[in-house]
């Protein structure tokens, strides 16, 4: 693909993306940053969610996971749906009535000291790492289509990545973040949707019958697996998705600061529940591209990639036509983009909120400084962990993702469960022990599960395990009701 034609269409994109940060970051206060003013249009955090949940995770490793695991990530999916309903009529009302800015502040309330700073520091902990490996698999992309061929090291490319993210962020905060990410889905769900029909048309599909007929005969769209030994088991899954979404997004102060800019709780409800409903149907359109591009690549002898996450990639940018490659080049980018810049803003909320305890301990005069400050240095931290990834990681990144966050968010999973159905206090001192112990045992049980378990495999499920055994070990070191 032509270097200079992807160039020409990510400077375009990014100019697009300066001019609404122009607009959205005149006349801010020194709150903007962080609450976007609680004037948010709740369609327009709706729609701009999914860009941020999908990420290039999505754009990228869903349609080459089909390869190996068939359609069993919509068992996920399907879970996903009973978590956002939790999240709408649990976690949502919890936040709205208590007004919260970082939604860890529930911690220190019920809890205590130690509860909140732990429950604040596994969520930088597991967005640091989340994202930064979301953006590693885009940087590769972007690296292999147009940063070679101009001879820019890897290193640099990314550096150039991360410092347009803090340059069209640092002043409006999630105010841009929520009106960008709206734009970067749009492309996203535009790229997928015009791939999805160049390849029908190469393969001949006429109607929408055809191309659901090709996506349903094909042996790879089977959804359930009912192996109750299997990692991809439909329970596992199932009850995974559901506890994935809480802890990914209920739990998670960059999922929630968006919503938390809506106007009222029943604007923010409206905007969970339309969400929720175009994801599930977003997601099978990406795993019906994944079946796509593989009877793409057989009809035409190519060989498949090892790494199924370069699958996608590979024949956007070799086989697919100009216009091809210019829509894959807008979709990726706009999926790297939509989930790292709503990332580096909730990042810098909970450190400036739950740590600095800027609005506590600082003159109004000197946050604006403060925050920029911890912008930046997120801005770099975001930067190494992309160069560590580059480095360390060798399979899906979506798998990645999942067993990074089964380890990560298990605290958080037993800290708010234990907070909101008992009335239970807690050892605040022991918190943070807690919290280390159990993703070390889920890691010990994990990896023997099959020996001690009759065969039984985890799966994404760990992080079930893992917030049980937080839960466990607060009410050992429970304190009087």
Known sequence: MNYQLVLGVISAYFLLLFLISYFTSRHVTEDTFFTGDRQSPWFLVAFGMIGASLSGVTFISVPGEVG???FYYFQVVLGYTLGYFTIAKVLLPLYYRLNLVSIYSYLEDRFGFWSYKTGAFFFILSRALGSSLRVYLVASVLQLILFDALGIPFWVSVLITVGLIWLYTHRGGIKTVVWTDTLQTLFMLLAVVITIVMIGNDLELKSIGDYFNAVSEDKR???FNWDWKAGTNFFKQFISGAFITIVMTGLDQDMMQKNLTCRTIGDAQKNMFWFTLILVVVNLLFLSLGILLYLYAETKGLAIPAKTDELFPFLATQEFSALAGVVFVLGITAAAYSSA????TALTTSFCIDFLQI???YAKEKR???RKKVHIAFTGLMFLLVLAFYWLNDQSVINS???IAGYTYGPLLGLYSFGLFTKMK??????PYLAVAAPVLTFVISSNSEKWLWGYKFGFEALILNGTLMFLGLFLFRGKS
């Open 68 to 70: 190996n695991t068939n």
């Open 221 to 223: 769209s089977a959804i």
């Open 341 to 344: 810049d709503s990332t580096l």
């Open 359 to 361: 609005e506590r301990k």
């Open 368 to 370: 604006v400084g403060i």
């Open 401 to 403: 993702v999942f067993i």
């Open 426 to 431: 807690v050892q605040d001192n022991w918190v």
